[in-house]
């Protein structure tokens, strides 16, 4: 909290700047069939364009629309996870998690929560991988907060 006296607040002025992990996969935004996924800096080639002001060359961070459901990890994009919704949630599915080896797991499963069977998920509880269920925007959200908080996170997410 600030406190300000006499006519120093006529003088304050705020910027915001968003802090972003460049070297991530981070979710730009999320919609109706479709999610937009940052792509990290690893994945960019070189720099083409100077930036005039500071004299050195930048990068822009590439965007990529998915449509189909999708694992994003913060070092990894599966573009094609194989299901449309909860229902379709097998033992192969979650496997195909526990071989990622996050430290959580937030499983989005579409424009509603919807709870998938427990004892499909009892292998990542087994393994010691923590899970979350929520609506696939929520999730979104939540795994753009623990990847930047710098967790293991696997988000996958089915779409809206």
């Known amino acids: 909290m600030c406190l300000f006296i006499g006519d120093e607040l006529s003088n304050f002025q705020m910027q915001v700047n968003h802090d972003y992990d460049v070297n991530i996969y981070r979710i730009k935004s999320y919609g109706k069939g479709e999610i937009e996924v940052v792509l990290p800096l690893k994945d960019i080639p070189a720099p083409s364009t100077e930036n005039e002001e500071f004299g050195e060359q930048h990068k822009v961070l590439p965007i990529e629309t998915i449509t189909n459901s999708a694992i994003v990890m913060p070092d990894k994009l599966i573009k094609d996870w194989p299901l449309e919704s909860v229902a379709d949630l097998n033992k192969e599915h979650v496997q195909q998690l526990l071989d990622l080896k996050p430290e959580v797991v937030i499983i989005g499963t579409g424009e509603k929560l919807i709870w998938p069977n427990r004892a499909l998920l009892a292998p990542l509880i087994n ?15 939540t795994y753009n907060i623990l990847s930047h908080e710098g ?7 089915m779409m809206i």
């Open 151 to 157: 967790r293991d996170v696997a988000a996958a997410l």
């Open 127 to 141: 393994a010691n991988i923590g899970y979350e269920i929520m609506d696939s925007a929520a999730a979104c959200r």
